[in-house]
């Protein structure tokens, strides 16, 4: 019994990672429209920006966030977070003693 609890706590982890990731990115401001105003997103951005002089670099954490709200998650990030959301999903499971 043991073997299929960490299966269904591992399998839950990822599916809700994979359901929440886009969800989180567009409460925080990163939508498919832009940025958001007044949001946790615009604050990134306007520090992301402060930082380098004026601009938002490429490849910069807020710039591949605001790629992801706007497009969606690539297959291969996608597989990323569905593996940190099960491990995560594990690890919470043994902290409290469920497996």
């Given at each position: 019994m043991e073997l299929l609890t960490v299966i269904a706590v591992t399998a839950t982890g990822a599916g809700l990672a994979v359901v929440l990731a886009p969800a989180t990115l567009g409460v925080t401001g990163f939508t498919a429209a832009g940025i958001a105003a007044k949001s946790v997103a615009a604050?990134?951005?306007?520090?992301?920006?402060?930082?380098?002089?004026?601009?938002?670099?490429?490849?910069?954490?807020?710039?591949?966030?605001?790629?992801?709200?706007?497009?969606?998650?690539?297959?291969?990030?996608?597989?990323?977070?569905?593996?940190?959301?099960?491990?995560?999903?594990?690890?919470?499971?043994?902290?409290?003693?469920?497996i």
């Amino acid at each position: 019994m043991e073997l299929l609890t960490v299966i269904a706590v591992t399998a839950t982890g990822a599916g809700l990672a994979v359901v929440l990731a886009p969800a989180t990115l567009g409460v925080t401001g990163f939508t498919a429209a832009g940025i958001a105003a007044k949001s946790v997103a615009a604050g990134m951005m306007a520090s992301a920006a402060t930082a380098s002089g004026g601009g938002v670099l490429a490849g910069s954490t807020v710039a591949v966030l605001q790629s992801a709200g706007a497009a969606g998650l690539a297959g291969s990030t996608t597989a990323v977070v569905a593996g940190v959301g099960g491990a995560v999903g594990w690890l919470t499971a043994t902290a409290a003693g469920l497996i």
